[in-house]
């Protein structure tokens, strides 16, 4: 009778008699499950309708990404399974426990006499049904909507770091090409001496003589600089713009994009330095494009919140071997020494729209584009540690990132 009594709670069987109460109990099977079991899997063959008497489950699917993505919590008083139950295909999600539970199994063939004996309880359960794949698809389709609007702005966060990037190499540019203009207008000044000529033998001619040739030498030298920042520029911009899978010299690519951020660098007290510590040359097989945008947020993450008002600090970045799960890679490092991660926020960083600088400029997307990079695109993983003396990100990736 207890467990009659307590069919009798659940809406679906509220109006049955306690003769189809009673039968639902012969046909019933009690089943106990503890926290964490899984009572079936999506695309498991039906079985029967689940009917939860004590304990709660989590409905979830695994979607394309291969994330299981949770559709409901369900409690006692709640039952599952009716839709494979119906249509006797494949169960089109999976539920787990997220508690100890108590449930019945009502065999399929038993319940489907049953439903042909009780119209009140094929209403209910059509009822309810409705209602359900109702739910699931308004839960899909927000999904769906905050998924686009992620890739949208992680898109938009991906040029704004490309344009930062961009203005810091106009900028010196600009300092090069500007010496290389009054070195041009001071060596015409002096050509067009009418002097020229009839001092050229004497002292001051050969000073002037002197004045030109450092002139010149000046030229040269902003002239190569200017065309090295160029290719360094149009080396990374590339990397940024493409997902090409390459092979590169990890020490020398991580050093143009450190070398580059340090020029927006130029008016502040903060620094950034590399220091590699390999046995080889570093050779590394993967996206650069997508690592240069992971080094790129981490370091500007650094520079917005761990000195927000310009004081003098630095930012290291280390590039060493390291071996997990007996797969080779290598361990980037990217560590402040400025104000620190609160605990309180330490485990939402890479939440996506997760930002404390929102005021300052945060989307709160560039950490949370950085763990996706890392660990989808670069087949790698990323941890943080923080303190009241610094901040340190390491991202781990392997020595050859698959197609």
């Given amino acids: 009778m207890e467990v009659q009594d307590a069919l009798r709670k659940f809406p679906l069987f509220a109006e049955l008699s306690d003769e189809h109460l009673a039968r639902l109990v012969e046909i019933g099977q009690l089943r106990n499950c503890t926290a964490n079991d899984v009572v079936f899997n999506q695309g498991d063959d039906p079985d029967g309708l689940y009917v939860l008497l004590e304990g709660n489950v989590s409905v979830f699917l695994t979607n394309e990404d291969g994330n299981d993505v949770e559709l409901a919590k369900l409690a006692a008083g709640d039952f599952f399974g009716e839709m494979a139950l119906l249509d006797g295909q494949p169960r089109s999600a999976s539920i787990g426990c997220v508690s100890d539970c108590r449930m019945m199994l009502l065999g399929r063939k038993d319940f489907l006499q049953l439903l042909a004996t009780s119209q009140l309880m094929l209403e209910s359960l059509l009822g309810d049904l409705s209602r359900r794949v109702r739910g699931t698809q308004e839960k899909f389709y927000f999904e769906m909507l905050e998924r686009q609007r992620a890739k949208n702005e992680m898109e938009l966060e991906r040029h704004r770091?490309?344009?930062?990037?961009?203005?810091?190499?106009?900028?010196?540019?600009?300092?090069?090409?500007?010496?290389?203009?009054?070195?041009?207008?001071?060596?015409?000044?002096?050509?067009?001496?009418?002097?020229?000529?009839?001092?050229?033998?004497?002292?001051?001619?050969?000073?002037?003589?002197?004045?030109?040739?450092?002139?010149?030498?000046?030229?040269?030298?902003?002239?190569?600089?200017?065309?090295?920042?160029?290719?360094?520029?149009?080396?990374?911009?590339?990397?940024?713009?493409?997902?090409?899978?390459?092979?590169?010299?990890?020490?020398?690519?991580?050093?143009?994009?450190?070398?580059?951020?340090?020029?927006?660098?130029?008016a502040s007290p903060l620094e950034a330095t590399f220091a590699p510590n390999l046995n080889g040359i570093g050779e590394w097989t993967g996206y650069p494009g997508y690592l240069s945008q992971i080094l790129l947020n981490l370091l500007t993450n650094a520079k917005r919140y761990a000195y927000p008002k310009g004081e003098a600090g630095k930012i290291e970045v280390t590039l060493c071997e390291h071996t997990s799960d007996s797969t080779?890679?290598?361990?980037?490092?990217?560590?402040?020494?400025?104000?620190?991660?609160?605990?309180?926020?330490?485990?939402?960083?890479?939440?996506?729209?997760?930002?404390?600088?929102?005021?300052?400029?945060?989307?709160?997307?560039?950490?949370?584009?950085?763990?996706?990079?890392?660990?989808?695109?670069?087949?790698?993983?990323?941890?943080?540690?923080?303190s009241s003396e610094g901040t340190e990100f390491i991202v781990w990736i392997p020595l050859e990132v698959a197609e």
């Fill in 161 to 266: 770091s490309l344009s930062q990037m961009v203005a810091g190499m106009a900028h010196e540019i600009n300092t090069p090409l500007g010496i290389v203009n009054s070195s041009v207008s001071l060596i015409t000044e002096l050509l067009n001496d009418p002097a020229l000529q009839e001092e050229v033998q004497s002292e001051d001619g050969k000073l002037l003589i002197e004045d030109i040739q450092e002139a010149a030498r000046l030229m040269e030298g902003n002239i190569d600089r200017a065309s090295r920042l160029i290719q360094q520029f149009k080396k990374l911009s590339f990397h940024q713009a493409a997902e090409n899978r390459e092979t590169i010299i990890l020490t020398e690519f991580i050093e143009e994009i450190v070398s580059l951020f340090q020029m927006q660098l130029k």
């Fill in 328 to 386: 080779d890679g290598y361990r980037l490092s990217v560590r402040d020494y400025g104000l620190g991660i609160p605990e309180e926020n330490l485990a939402q960083v890479f939440t996506p729209f997760f930002t404390t600088g929102r005021s300052i400029g945060g989307t709160g997307l560039g950490l949370a584009i950085v763990y996706n990079l890392a660990t989808d695109s670069l087949k790698g993983h990323i941890s943080v540690d923080s």
